[in-house]
């Protein structure tokens, strides 16, 4: 049965790309197409992401086979922000299961910004997906560990293995998001009051450090990748997470991860993303590639601007939407083979 299984996942692999000089250049251009695009604000309220540069601007696409196409800033590092959302959320489901995870964690969109209480009040304290901030508190306290700075060390060395290296810590960027988040904690204290979260101030710490992990276009690229590939790291060959939670945590971002907009960008886009306030973006196009992009200025729902504009390029002249089609080339079809009437 298993192995049979593992023939129904090639078969419904979405097949390969264009060769590599084609998606070289067809990167190029969805660099050039984003670039003139310097709408949006760099996020203001963490203090340390204020001086961004609004300029920066990266692109990556990183292929199953391990294939690179980098344009841009790619190895300017940022903070991962809430990118590494989705990548605690497969770990965790890796080690809890399926149904462990789905009694915890809702997977439905809640329509509201990204840490708003009303969510929480408004379905009885339990979170609604793992992409917002309650959620996604929550879904960090769930990593098995003895202690805080175990679990700690997990998610970091867990991040680094779908990154393919070791990730180091902002100190800055923890500093300023330690002094600044009484909202994530006012969020765990609630859900702690209804019974959701033991330690709600261990978690939001761990939390805090998570989404202060530093990382590249680049690094973002393969991260995707790794969940494109069913769960093995395209760059160093080592399994991450099974395919199973590959499916899951696609599921989960393809409706939540892009907040209040993700019907609009999976509309227009069609892939299972994740944004971050720093700028990041990374999006999967399951058996293909994993997408990074960076540029520091957001929209109001806090994507963004330019990574969208790339990614939708690339969607749109890759072939990648999920929910395109074209018309079957094998021949007409028999309506009356079919049972249909005359």
């Avoid at 990204?114 to 990593?143: C, K």
């Avoid at 590939?229 to 991860?257: F, I, K, M, Y």
């Avoid at 999967?284 to 994993?290: C, F, Q, Y």
């Avoid at 997408?291 to 109001?300: E, H, K, N």
């Amino acid at each position: 049965m298993d192995r049979d299984l593992e023939d129904v996942r090639q078969r419904a692999a979405t097949g390969p790309l264009p060769a590599h000089p084609r998606v070289d250049e067809l990167v190029e251009q969805a660099y050039r197409w984003a670039m003139p695009d310097t709408s949006g604000a760099v996020a203001d309220y963490i203090p340390a992401l204020a001086d961004a540069d609004p300029e920066l601007f990266g692109l990556c696409v990183v292929e199953v086979d391990g294939a690179s196409h980098a344009v841009g800033d790619v190895d300017v590092a940022f903070s991962i922000q809430s990118i590494s959302k989705a990548f605690v959320y497969a770990l965790v489901c890796e080690e809890l299961g399926h149904a462990g995870v789905l009694e915890r964690i809702g997977v439905d969109n809640t329509g509201l910004a990204f840490n708003s209480v009303m969510a929480i009040e408004l379905n009885d304290g339990h979170p609604r997906n793992p992409m917002v901030n309650a959620g996604a508190i929550a879904t960090t306290a769930m990593v098995p560990a003895a202690d805080p700075d175990a679990r700690w060390a997990a998610v970091r060395t867990g991040l680094s293995r779908f990154a393919g290296r070791d990730l180091a810590l902002d100190d800055e960027v923890y500093a300023s998001e330690a002094a600044t988040n009484q909202r994530n904690r006012a969020i765990a204290r609630l859900l702690e009051s209804y019974g959701r979260l033991e330690d709600p101030l261990e978690a939001v710490d761990v939390y805090t450090r998570q989404c202060s992990l530093l990382v590249t276009t680049r690094d973002v690229a393969v991260m995707g990748a790794t969940l494109a590939d069913g769960g093995v790291n395209p760059v160093t060959g080592e399994r991450v997470v099974s395919p199973d939670v590959c499916r899951d945590t696609l599921a989960v971002l393809a409706s939540t991860g892009m907040y209040e907009r993700s019907g609009t960008w999976l509309f227009e886009i069609g892939l299972p993303g994740k944004s971050g306030v720093a700028g990041g973006v990374v999006a999967v196009a399951p058996g293909k590639a994993g997408i990074g992009a960076f540029s520091p200025r957001l929209d109001a729902a806090g994507n963004s601007v330019r990574a969208q504009e790339a990614i939708g390029y690339l969607s749109r002249a890759l072939g990648l939407n999920l929910f395109a089609s074209a018309v079957h080339d094998g021949g007409a079809h028999d309506g009356a083979a079919w049972g249909a009437r005359p």
